[in-house]
């Protein structure tokens, strides 16, 4: 009989993959450094069964070509140090998802209707203690407490799964960047393009109209291109008309957004996920908090001017690394790194870079394979040429975190942050410099 240890380990793969899910947009071809997990009927021990309250028909549902699943996530933060003064709080986000096989539900081989909606709620450390941080502390707080129609897309496998076409409602980072979520500060979490150009480039939970190409080159290397919808009006918190709709291509439409990403994925023990990639958006809105170019409108006397920029567009690259370092048996055992750098053009970018750098470890102790230990260190920039004194600053958290695989269906993640600089320089709106920040959290997640 296997010790309990090890069933429990086989038991908790849909569990301990929540961290990854619940707090940002994440590909499914990112999420390859937890263990598979296992058929439901091999384990209905209340302590080791992936779902909280059971199977509730889901097996047999997604043998007719239904998946779905209800999580939970919760980040309760405070801060020790920093900000005008000491707080307290919680965010975080019921996260429903739906997958609906067409080759099962109506004969279509290689279709598949997506459908993601999240519920969020709670509060912004760094607004409610007075942290000046560019990035989230509690990085689920973002785009407000309502409800997001996060996806609602149609895609389709052609030529022996060579190319795929996608069209829908859908974040940027669902196919493009790097969209895990293991860490409680944002400069560790998501997309970075959309961490630092969250004007126009919209991460999980906000989605935009979009159509796109994935085109496999080879087994390893693909290549991706789409076209996205900017409306600034996707992130509205008040608005449920347009927040669960939206009407692409309106006059409140800032541009259209484009990326093209290369990905190859090394297979093997040592397997990875590296990305090559840039953006163009045809809008030429420059960031507040930066000197823009006035230009009066044809045919206007002179007086006054409309800060036009200088209609040339935004753009930016980036480049993404998580691979497998060693492998220490099992399917996800091991050490990992993951290395983010992102660069947006100057000319309109308030915040112009960010660099990230993780390692984790998973399987810590030999008697508890699934639990994890991680480390991160980063740094977000800002433009030189902004009109603030944190003009030219760097702002720079390190953030570690052990995660305990409580259940098959609960992970705790006990988390420490600490935030030098926030703002760049440490000033806040006021003028008036801040202590750098220390904040602890936890972080709950549960699969329903």
Same mark, same amino acid.
């Given at each position: 009989?296997?010790?309990? #240890? ?133 990085? %689920? #707080? ?61 991460? #999980? ?52 957004? %484009? ?7 090394? @297979? ?85 870079? @960010? ?26 920039? %800002? ?11 760097? @702002? ?53």
């Amino acid at each position: 009989m296997l010790p309990r #240890f090890v069933k429990t380990a086989r038991a908790c793969g849909v569990g301990v993959a929540l961290s990854s899910l619940l707090s940002g947009g994440a590909y499914a071809a990112d999420l390859i450094t937890k263990a598979p997990p296992i058929p439901y009927a091999e384990t209905d021990d209340f302590w080791t069964r992936p779902y909280l309250f059971g199977d509730l028909g889901r097996a047999r549902l997604k043998k007719l070509g239904i998946d779905l699943s209800l999580n939970f996530g919760d980040e309760t933060v405070a801060n020790a140090t920093g900000g005008s003064n000491q707080q307290v709080t919680h965010a975080g986000q019921f996260v429903f998802q739906g997958k609906f096989d067409m080759a099962k539900l109506a004969g279509i081989p290689g279709g598949l209707i997506g459908v993601t909606i999240v519920d969020r709620y709670g509060q912004n450390l760094n607004s409610e203690a007075g942290i000046p941080a560019l990035q989230l502390t509690n990085e %689920v #707080f973002g785009r407000g407490s309502i409800t997001h129609l996060t996806e609602l897309y149609y895609s389709q496998k052609l030529f022996n799964d060579t190319l795929e076409i996608k069209g829908g409602r859908l974040p940027v980072g669902s196919d493009f960047f790097f969209g895990n979520c293991e860490f409680i500060n944002l400069t560790f979490c998501g997309g970075q393009p959309g961490n630092i150009q969250g004007g126009y480039i919209y991460n #999980f939970p906000v989605s935009q109209w979009a159509g796109l190409v994935h085109y496999n080159i080879t087994k390893t290397v693909q290549f991706s291109v789409g076209v996205y919808d900017a409306n600034p009006n996707y992130l509205t918190t008040s608005d449920a008309g347009v927040y669960l709709g939206g009407i692409p291509g309106s006059s409140l439409a800032s541009g259209t957004l %484009v990326p093209v990403e290369l990905t190859w994925r090394p @297979e093997g023990h040592l397997f990875g996920t590296w990305r090559l990639g840039g953006w163009y958006d045809d809008a030429s809105t420059i960031d507040g908090g930066l000197p823009g170019i006035i230009r009066t409108i044809p045919g206007d006397p002179g007086v006054g001017g409309q800060n036009l920029g200088d209609q040339r567009g935004r753009y930016g690259v980036y480049e993404s690394v998580l691979q497998r370092l060693t492998d220490e048996g099992g399917p996800a055992k091991g050490w990992y790194i993951n290395l983010n750098t992102t660069w947006a053009d100057q000319r309109t970018s308030y915040q112009d870079y @960010e660099v990230s750098l993780m390692f984790k470890h998973t399987g810590t102790f030999a008697f508890r394979p699934l639990d994890e230990v991680a480390f991160g260190l980063g740094t977000t920039h %800002v433009n030189s040429s902004a009109l603030t004194p944190n003009a030219g600053g760097n @702002e720079v958290p390190l953030e570690v975190w052990y995660g305990w695989q409580a259940t098959g269906w609960m992970n705790l993640k006990f988390d420490l942050q600490y935030v030098m600089n926030p703002g760049g320089r440490g000033y806040n709106a006021a003028g008036v410099k801040t202590d750098d920040a220390w904040v602890y959290g936890l972080r709950t997640t549960v699969a329903f």
